[in-house]
């Protein structure tokens, strides 16, 4: 990717209309057409089409993006826009896996952690969902009210998981 290229992408994206997202789509669709295998490009584009309602068209495009070598905060925020769109899709179990995938690579990742959350209460696990809210609130929030009861947080934790058939999911 060139710098000129990243530039563009910037420029559009700091003009878009989160609720009128087709100029914005208008003008990544000539970039994706000159660099059809650009990782950020193809993730921009199904960034794009996910905030338009179009999450099907999304997916191949988050897949793409991935497949095509994004690194660091970006692949960050393909694998969780990804995930939270399968779930949006009703493929609960492939969400899932994209968020163990992603937290494995991007531990310290809160927002990784929420975004599990919501996908865990979809596929019905809600016990799970909130143990993780809470394992996220105790070893992440800074609060003085917090730090006496970190402890008693994390002991929720592990009985929600216990109900949700023991599976306790990975602290972030």
Do not use: K, W
Request: charged share 30%; with cysteine.
């Amino acid at each position: 990717m060139t710098r000129a290229l990243d530039d563009e992408l910037d420029r559009i994206f700091a003009a878009r209309d989160r609720d009128d997202m087709a100029p914005t789509i208008a003008a990544l669709l000539p970039l994706a057409e000159r660099h059809p295998d650009d990782a950020r490009v193809l993730y921009e584009l199904g960034g794009a089409y996910d905030t338009a309602g179009e999450e099907a068209t999304a997916v191949g495009l988050y897949e793409r993006a991935l497949d095509g070598g994004l690194s660091g905060d970006l692949r960050q925020r393909c694998l969780l826009q990804y995930g939270s769109t399968l779930r949006n899709l009703g493929r609960i179990d492939e969400s899932l896996a994209v968020f163990e995938r992603a937290r494995a690579e991007f531990p310290a990742s809160l927002a990784l952690g929420a975004f599990e959350s919501l996908s865990l209460h979809a596929g019905g696990r809600a016990d799970a969902a909130l143990a993780n809210v809470l394992r996220l609130l105790a070893d992440h929030v800074d609060d003085q009210g917090l730090d006496r009861y970190r402890p008693a947080l994390r002991g929720n934790a592990d009985y929600l998981d216990s109900l949700d058939g023991g599976t306790e999911l990975p602290s972030p």
